[in-house]
């Protein structure tokens, strides 16, 4: 099969096209045949070898973190899907590499397709639904009435973040640029902050979750907008003592990421406030409850552009200029 890789950690590194064999599927692994995938800040950040302490890829590999497409075979033990299904997927980590033809995945981690999505639209999902979900559902357990900042309300997380807060019935916030507002606000976006023009920590106060997604100085902006008793959820880092409890690793490293943590945790702390890192895990079962929003209607796609499979590396690229909105999509077949 044709897979593009990286041959080592290389920022900015080009991915080279190449031939890789099938993957092995195990009693547990669906093979898919992909469709489409989509293109991830992860997938820059994992070429640069930004998160090789606990995530340690050993190149040649192959990026990759979203799926769409047809299961053509399937293991001995598996049941939640059969040969022949549409699926969509955010493999597990050490299993990723979309940016290919084929991939094997265990089937805990896949989900029927929306219905009522291309394979395109589907494949721009997984990774920022189920960052969204398990940030508002699973961390913050967002209740309506509740007020919540999103940041980066145009970006891939963004998009669907906005969407799924007012589904719970929150009060959304969110910073974009200007000739993006109206996007925010057709997604259900209360309050639109034009981040080149206006400060946030002058317009918004009293929050109850913030989701953040950019640096250590807008973290440190955005604790001041919570209220007492308030919830910083960060997919952007630092990482938490919890975190590393949840990785299992050795003592050195869950010291180290503990001092990493420490300043923002402290500043939330002294602010009666809650402050935890999330990097989201692979969940079949949560993506069918997020096709249902989908299907629904309460949550929609939004993608910016759709490259083919050979044009690979310039989605990358492009995703890495900032200024997409939404998700970039590679079409594979």
Avoid at 93 to 99: E, K, M, V
Avoid at 141 to 158: D, L, R
Avoid at 266 to 272: E, I, M, P, V
């Amino acid at each position: 099969m044709k897979a593009f890789v990286v041959e080592k950690y290389k920022k900015n590194g080009p991915l080279r096209l190449a031939e890789r064999p099938e993957p092995q599927v195990e009693n547990g692994d669906v093979l898919v045949r992909i469709h489409a995938t989509s293109v991830n800040p992860l997938d820059s950040k994992l070429r640069d070898g930004a998160f090789k302490i606990f995530l340690p890829y050993r190149p040649p590999f192959v990026l990759g973190h979203d799926v769409a497409g047809t299961v053509v075979k399937v293991g001995s033990s598996v049941s939640r899907v059969k040969v022949g299904d549409e699926i969509y997927a955010r493999p597990r980590d050490h299993r990723i590499g979309t940016f290919a033809e084929f991939i094997a995945i265990h089937q805990d981690d896949v989900a029927l397709k929306p219905r009522t999505l291309t394979m395109e639209d589907a494949s721009s999902i997984p990774l920022v639904a189920l960052t969204a979900w398990q940030a508002l559902v699973d961390v913050a357990k967002v209740k309506p009435g509740q007020k919540v900042f999103i940041q980066a309300g145009s970006g891939g997380v963004g998009t669907i973040a906005i969407q799924l807060a007012k589904h719970l019935g929150a009060t959304v916030a969110t910073t974009t640029s200007a000739k993006n507002a109206a996007l925010v606000k057709s997604l259900g976006a209360d309050v639109v902050i034009d981040y080149k023009s206006q400060d946030f920590e002058k317009v918004l106060s009293g929050y109850d979750v913030v989701l953040n997604s950019q640096d250590a100085k807008t973290l440190a902006k955005s604790l001041t907008v919570l209220k007492p008793g308030g919830h910083l959820i960060s997919i952007s880092g630092p990482p938490d003592p919890a975190f590393a409890d949840a990785l299992g690793v050795n003592p050195l490293l869950k010291l180290v990421i503990r001092l990493l943590s420490r300043s923002a945790r402290s500043k939330a702390k002294s602010l009666g406030l809650r402050y935890s890192f999330l990097f989201m895990r692979a969940d079949g079962r949560q993506l069918e409850e997020i096709a249902g929003l989908i299907d629904s209607g309460a949550i929609r796609p939004v993608v910016d552009r759709i490259f083919p499979f050979n044009q690979t590396p310039e989605a990358l690229a492009y995703v890495e200029t900032g200024r997409s909105k939404g998700k970039v999509v590679i079409k594979v077949e």
